[in-house]
């Protein structure tokens, strides 16, 4: 089913207010509402031409792996305008109705060029929905008709457009790299600190990020040939929520920190690896990625990206430490055991369905690619079987 006709019965288009603090709804939702999200998101997210195999298969994993429940594929015959879904989402926070949409979106970006009449039924959810988003401020910006150079503008700097500004002294580094993927290869004090965690304890999350790196023959950063400060704050998350380091498994750590984030911009990362690894509308990002098309189409990669968001969405960091996995000094948890660490930040295991489809982490002989073991130090490598 497709959704052209859409613009013509929404032409009334309103928002539907947020609710205050004490009106707003925090129980999970059931089994209609969500039929009412499953309806709305195929319903927007869907071309004229139908919705692709892909589009179909993500979202029984997200239904399912996001909620708990099966997706029904009579739901498909439910039409939910964006008044429709932002009506029956009337009760639900801001925080709720950007993830709603962010679903939306993510259905959309996976058909590359995203047709015009997608793109202009976002628009139209994020209205209904009264949800401010900075990707769709963008979207506006550019029309319809240059979406993925949207896309692109969206990904490599919706979240790491400010993040030095404001995060900065988590990166560790001796100067000013302005903001975002900025590479740093001429800092030995920075490249020293990394080199330090060898002296971490067998066992800790410190050493374990140490023989990480060096076992894949990554360069610490600081270093020349390094990634950018904060792109190597995600490979504390590869060891911490147990993801390998092959494309596939990229999609995945993003996945997760970018659900996990409670800032809505975190959604960026998300958007960005799917440029990257599965469109290939994004060329290069990230300081060192560089596209590769097709990997989330692998088939059992919609559920492990499904089960990387539920586990980002459920991890529960102790005390006041901000859900936002690359603004954390991890220096500061290094001589931690591992498993205490992922305890003081709540993460849930991976599901067996998850395990199932193929997700490994980082000593699994499959959680390497074959460029890393060539490069990387075949002593450390003994950690991955076979």
């Not at 374990?208 to 020349?224: A, K, L, N, T």
Request: aromatic share 8%; proline share 6%; glycine share 12%.
């Amino acid at each position: 089913m497709g959704g052209g006709k859409l613009v013509q019965r929404d032409r009334e288009l309103t928002t539907v207010p947020l609710p205050t603090q004490e009106e707003a709804d925090q129980v999970p939702p059931d089994r209609d509402e969500i039929r009412l999200i499953c309806g709305g998101v195929h319903t927007n997210a869907a071309p004229d031409s139908g919705w692709t195999e892909l589009q179909h298969v993500l979202m029984g994993a997200m239904c399912e792996g996001l909620s708990g429940f099966t997706f029904d594929p009579a739901w498909y015959d439910d039409v939910v305008t964006p008044m429709d879904l932002a009506r029956g989402l009337a009760r639900r926070d801001q925080f709720v109705r950007a993830r709603i949409l962010q679903q939306v979106v993510l259905h959309a970006m996976v058909v590359t060029p995203t047709p015009p009449e997608v793109v202009q039924r976002i628009g139209q959810v994020a209205t209904a929905l009264g949800v401010d988003d900075h990707f769709l401020g963008d979207v506006e910006k550019y029309g319809p008709e240059s979406y993925d150079a949207a896309l692109i503008d969206f990904a490599r700097n919706g979240y790491a457009g400010d993040f030095t500004a404001r995060h900065r002294p988590v990166l560790g580094t001796e100067r000013d790299i302005g903001d975002g993927w900025g590479v740093v290869d001429d800092d030995p004090g920075l490249a020293g600190r990394w080199a330090r965690l060898e002296d971490c304890s067998t066992g800790s999350l410190g050493r374990d990020v140490w023989e990480f790196y060096v076992s894949r023959g990554f360069m610490f950063p600081g270093s020349p040939g390094s990634a950018p400060p904060l792109l190597a704050q995600h490979d504390w998350v590869h060891v911490l929520a147990d993801y390998g380091t092959t494309l596939q498994n990229e999609l995945e750590v993003f996945a997760f920190i970018a659900r996990a984030d409670d800032d809505p911009r975190g959604f960026s990362l998300l958007a960005m690896v799917i440029g990257l690894f599965e469109t290939g509308a994004i060329p290069e990002a990230g300081g060192l990625f560089e596209a590769s098309a097709g990997h989330l189409s692998v088939h059992g990669m919609a559920t492990r990206l499904a089960d990387a968001m539920r586990r980002g969405a459920l991890a529960r960091p102790d005390g006041d430490v901000a859900k936002a996995f690359l603004a954390v000094d991890w220096f500061d948890y290094a001589d931690l055991p591992l498993e205490e660490v992922r305890r003081r930040f709540g993460i849930p295991d991976k599901s067996d369905g998850a395990l199932a489809a193929g997700s490994v982490g980082p000593w699994h002989p499959d959680g390497i690619s074959a460029f890393q073991r060539d490069a990387g130090d075949p002593i450390l490598q003994a950690r991955i079987a076979g």
